[in-house]
T-cell receptor, first 117, second 114 residues
Framework: AQTVTQSQPEMSVQEAETVTLSCTYD???????LFWYKQPPSRQMILVIR??????QNATENRFSVNFQKAAKSFSLKISDSQLGDTAMYFC??????????????FGKGITLSVRP | GAGVSQTPSNKVTEKGKYVELRCDPI?????LYWYRQSLGQGPEFLIY????????DSGLPNDRFFAVRPEGSVSTLKIQRTERGDSAVYLC????????????FGPGTRLTVL
C-alpha cells in the first residue's frame, strides 16, 4: 500500500513571495505518478501539476514547479510570485501506473496555504 | 465543455435514512471514481468504475455503501442506514480511458447526517 505524508498543516506567505510545500511518500512501486491538487473553499479539486516517476526532469507549470527526489521519496511544490488566489488547501497525491488502465489516487492530509496581501 | 457535476450540492438527512448521491462525468470519460473527504482530511478512495463495471471497490467501508453506473455514464452512490460518521464531502472524478494520470473532479456533495 502507498502512503502520502504532508507534515505541515498550514503555511502563510506574503503576496509576491515564494513558498515551498513539502510532501513525502512511501511505495514499493517503480512506476507511478505524483500530483499536487489545489482545493479552494468552493471544494473543487483542481490539478496544479503532475510528475511521472520515470522522468528525471522536474515538472513546471508557469509559477508552479516541483522538486522530485525519487530516491528520497520526496515531492515538494514551489509556488513563485504568490497571488491572493493561491489561497487554498493543497494536496499531494500518488497514483500507481497500470498499463492500459486507470488507477486510484492516494492523497495526503493536505496543507492550508494562506497568501497575505 | 462541461465539467463533472454532482447533485445535490448539499444533503442533510437523519440517522438511519437512505441517501443517493449523483455524479455526471465529463462526456466520453470511461473511468469514474468516488472519494470521501472528512473534515480536515484528504480524500479517500471509495470505488472506481471502468465503463459499467466496478473495477475496484476496495475502498467502500462496509455493505451500507453501494454504487452503480448502469449505462457507463452517470453514477449513483447509495448509502443505507446512514450514520453520523458518514458525514463528509463525497467527491466524484472522471478520467478518459488511456490517460491514467488525469482525474477531473466535481464540486462534491456535502452530506450531513444528524
Amino acid at each position: 500500500a502507498q502512503t502520502v505524508t504532508q507534515s505541515q498543516p498550514e503555511m502563510s506567505v506574503q503576496e509576491a513571495e515564494t513558498v515551498t510545500l513539502s510532501c513525502t511518500y512511501d511505495t514499493s512501486e517503480s512506476n507511478y505518478y505524483l500530483f499536487w491538487y489545489k482545493q479552494p473553499p468552493s471544494r473543487q479539486m483542481i490539478l496544479v501539476i503532475r510528475q511521472e516517476a520515470y522522468k528525471q526532469q522536474n515538472a513546471t507549470e508557469n509559477r508552479f514547479s516541483v522538486n522530485f527526489q525519487k530516491a528520497a521519496k520526496s515531492f515538494s511544490l514551489k509556488i513563485s510570485d504568490s497571488q491572493l488566489g493561491d489561497t487554498a488547501m493543497y494536496f499531494c497525491a500518488f497514483m500507481k501506473h497500470v498499463t492500459g488502465a486507470n488507477s486510484k489516487l492516494t492523497f495526503g492530509k493536505g496543507i492550508t496555504l494562506s497568501v497575505r496581501p | 465543455g462541461a465539467g463533472v457535476s454532482q447533485t445535490p450540492s448539499n444533503k442533510v438527512t437523519e440517522k438511519g435514512k437512505y441517501v443517493e448521491l449523483r455524479c455526471d462525468p465529463i462526456s466520453g470519460h470511461t473511468a469514474l471514481y468516488w472519494y470521501r473527504q472528512s473534515l480536515g482530511q484528504g480524500p479517500e478512495f471509495l470505488i472506481y468504475f471502468q465503463g459499467t463495471g466496478a473495477a475496484d471497490d476496495s475502498g467502500l467501508p462496509n455493505d451500507r455503501f453501494f454504487a452503480v453506473r448502469p449505462e457507463g455514464s452517470v453514477s449513483t452512490l447509495k448509502i443505507q442506514r446512514t450514520e453520523r460518521g458518514d458525514s463528509a464531502v463525497y467527491l466524484c472524478a472522471s478520467s478518459p480511458m488511456g490517460l491514467a494520470d488525469t482525474q477531473y473532479f466535481g464540486p462534491g456533495t456535502r452530506l450531513t447526517v444528524l
